[in-house]
């Protein structure tokens, strides 16, 4: 027997499966199963990204303050208040670790994104589910699941797998009827794509338990490279510093990621192709008997009549070189998750679900 064991809830962290982006025999795949955008980054991010790679030698400024600056300037934010991570996933990863450990319960919606568990079993806290009222976040329900041991509550606004968001309104009485030592944690991954929404910058603004994430990985296009930032009150921040690395972020990505933010009708014009091609997809698989709930982020979930039949359609996708996401670990068996491709894939998918209705499976 080793005496070299992980510590305590490790073992309880299912290994993470990446979606595929081939299939074996099939020529012409898109994917569109981890909601990157279609029509790529903007060009002046791909041109800065080039240009810093010429300086590999040199490490990357620890302090990401040309960054920072620039994400405060676009959304009108406190510089001093933005913090950088390595994607999203490393800011989520950093506030349970700061503020969660054994004893410590980490809570989050029934179909909440994979990370909150396991940053959460990592930290050595207890993960909490809350259910959700018809794919939608349910604020009651989060605060019936509070506890005295509560440190973190997560949402995702809009939340992934669902597409589904809640207004202001929500998520400042679930801020203001947490337990006092509890912070909630607004996931604003997709809040790009909703027009107008501030991600919860605001209610960061008035209250002192209130953290909002967001990331490049989504609207601006730049996944591959993994910066995510985060926003809160000063002490909030300056202790999630503290577990930060230093140079937790290339100088290739960081230069991108200014250039991607600054390039304002780029992002407008990917907001405003997704917003079309969403809601043409949502209508045209609803005409092939496919619903799906009103989306306001960059995919589509698609129900079907029972698990078998999902299975089945994800099975005659791949069959057409489609790539879409089961759901089933989400406790969405019945359902697939579709990411809104560019135009001719939309055309693509909505055919395939249509053959496939028709009984071409
Ligand atoms: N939050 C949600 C809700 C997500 O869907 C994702 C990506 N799938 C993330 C956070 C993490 O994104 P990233 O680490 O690429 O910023």
Redesign the pocket.
Known sequence: MSHIVPQPGILDIELYVSGKSTIDGVTDVVKLS??ENPLGPSEAAVEAHRRAGYELNRYPSSEHLSLRTAIADVHGLDVDRILMGA????I?AFLCQAFAGPGDEVLYTEHG?S?YRVSALAAGATPVVAPECDRVTDVDALLAACTKNTKLVFI?NP??PTGTMIGGNEVARLAEGLPEQAILVL?G??ADYVEGFDGGASLVDMRDNVVM?R????LYGL?GL???WGYGPKPIIDVLNRVRGPFNLTAPALAAAEAAIKDLPYVQKCRQENAKWRAWLAEALAEHGVPSDTSTANFILARFSDQQEAEACDDYLKSQGLIVRRVAGYGLPNCLRITVGDEASCRRVAHAVGQFKGGAR
């Open positions: 981890s909601n994607g999203s996933d490393e989520i994104f990370m995702a939340n992934n996931d991954a997709y994430t990331t490049f990985s989504k996944g993994r910066v995510g």
